[in-house]
T-cell receptor, first 114, second 111 residues
Framework: DADVTQTPRNRITKTGKRIMLECSQT?????MYWYRQDPGLGLRLIYY???????NKGEISDGYSVSRQAQAKFSLSLESAIPNQTALYFC?????????????FGPGTRLLVL | QKEVEQNSGPLSVPEGAIASLNCTYS??????FFWYRQYSGKSPELIMS??SNGDKEDGRFTAQLNKASQYVSLLIRDSQPSDSATYLC???????????WGAGTKLIIKP
């Protein structure tokens, strides 16, 4: 079984709709991240959480919100989806106790906003 | 100037040759450096990590770090068609452990 899972894997929605992307991990890591990836732009950080009670904005948090329901779960919401939020979304985790704190990625969610 | 820069490519290398991928970064306080490989439509996966100046080898892969010149390189020896992917460079800038990502270099290994 995958250590970091994301649901759904693909989603098509309409402008103005609220949607939620979910991430779960069985790695026991304390830190979790949400990124989006657009062609030619690399990975951009939306939000990150260093523990259940710690939520931080990344470089592109506008239009997004998150919830850390438990150490293993981190959800990303688009309150009112717009077409330029069409992208590939990745969840990642890391262990603050490890030496170089490698980030491990989920399989991604491909989102299309019409 | 972007914080982490990579040539977008594509970089075309014959099978069996050495592929050399480069990454420069702007923050002299950067502490650790990562190379990830990403196949089209898939998630990034870690190839190498390095934090000390010099070379670090793992199988066919060698990461080279030069903090004075602010660059980190990835060498892939005996390149295989399966190495064709986009390679992402990431830099850990501070104790917050936020990674700063380059846009990636697309590598094509020609049989």
């Amino acid at each position: 079984d995958a250590d970091v899972t994301q649901t759904p894997r693909n989603r098509i929605t309409k402008t103005g709709k609220r949607i939620m992307l979910e991430c779960s991990q069985t790695k026991g890591h304390d830190r979790m991240y949400w990124y989006r990836q657009d062609p030619g732009l690399g990975l951009r950080l939306i939000y990150y959480s260093f523990d259940v009670k710690d939520i931080n904005k990344g470089e592109i948090s506008d239009g997004y919100s998150v919830s850390r329901q438990a150490q293993a779960k981190f959800s990303l919401s688009l309150e009112s989806a717009i077409p330029n939020q069409t992208a590939l979304y990745f969840c990642a985790t890391s262990d603050s106790g490890s030496h170089l704190e490698t980030q491990y990625f989920g399989p991604g969610t491909r989102l299309l906003v019409l | 100037q972007k914080e982490v820069e990579q040539n977008s490519g594509p970089l075309s290398v014959p099978e069996g040759a050495i592929a050399s991928l480069n990454c420069t970064y702007s923050d002299r306080g950067s502490q650790s450096f990562f190379w990830y490989r990403q196949y089209s439509g898939k998630s990034p996966e870690l190839i190498m990590s390095i934090y000390s100046n010099g070379d670090k080898e793992d199988g066919r892969f060698t990461a080279q770090l030069n903090k004075a010149s602010q660059y980190v390189s990835l060498l892939i020896r005996d390149s295989q068609p399966s190495d064709s992917a986009t390679y992402l460079c990431a830099v850990n800038r501070d104790s917050n452990y936020q990674l700063i990502w380059g846009a990636g270099t697309k590598l094509i290994i020609k049989p």
